[in-house]
């Protein structure tokens, strides 16, 4: 409940009091259906087109921190290090300016669709700035996040989206993800796909 009310808070500050109202409306008075995908880090990534000026890196939350005094109106997905308590991103940057960012999560941090197997993680909290979208930035750093977790001797990354958010979906497409099934929420009724590994 309480990663609620800060996510909230995040929510009001990035998009304002009737934003944060449909993002509770939607999250947890409806019922909701998603899509949940697999990819096996062994498997090799598809070719990916990049422009010279993005540049995607692991960053540390004390950048982080110092990304949002500078830019203050950033997205909600901005935050989730302080209301999911996460710790492992990965910002996306076209020139100077951080454009996307994409959080990484680990066995016992908090999945909220997933429980991990100490050998597999999950990509979460995802956004892109709606003026820089188009410029494969999800992929690009799904491509740096699964190089990054083969060199930590990963074997699987999971993602999950609503089944409805059709630009997520073709995004996921791009990085040859597998569907491994659906899971409804409702409310605070949100069980997790548990691995077998």
């Not at 990484?104 to 597999?120: I, M, T, Y």
């Not at 690009?140 to 990963?154: A, G």
Request: a positive charge; glycine letters at 6%; hydrophobic letters at 40%.
């Amino acid at each position: 409940m309480f990663s609620i009310i800060k996510k909230g808070i995040a929510t009001i500050r990035s998009k304002g009091i009737k934003e944060t109202f449909y993002w509770f409306y939607f999250g947890y008075l409806k019922v909701n259906k998603f899509f949940l995908f697999r990819r096996e880090l062994d498997h090799p990534f598809p070719e990916v087109p990049k422009r010279d000026d993005i540049i995607i890196k692991q960053i540390s939350l004390q950048e982080l921190r110092e990304i949002r005094q500078n830019y203050p109106k950033l997205p909600e997905e901005f935050f989730c290090d302080i209301f999911e308590g996460s710790k492992t991103c990965f910002v996306g940057f076209v020139g100077e300016k951080a454009v996307h960012i994409m959080w990484v999560f680990f066995a016992n941090e908090g999945s909220r669709f997933f429980d991990l197997g100490e050998k597999e993680a999950e990509i979460n909290y995802i956004v892109t700035l709606p003026e820089f979208r188009g410029l494969n930035l999800y992929p690009l750093t799904v491509k740096v996040v699964s190089d990054w977790l083969i060199n930590n001797h990963y074997k699987r990354l999971y993602v999950v989206s609503h089944g409805t958010n059709i630009n997520a979906l073709k995004s996921i497409a791009k990085c040859e993800f597998n569907k491994i099934g659906e899971i409804t929420h409702f409310g605070f009724w949100r069980p997790k796909w548990k691995s077998d590994l």
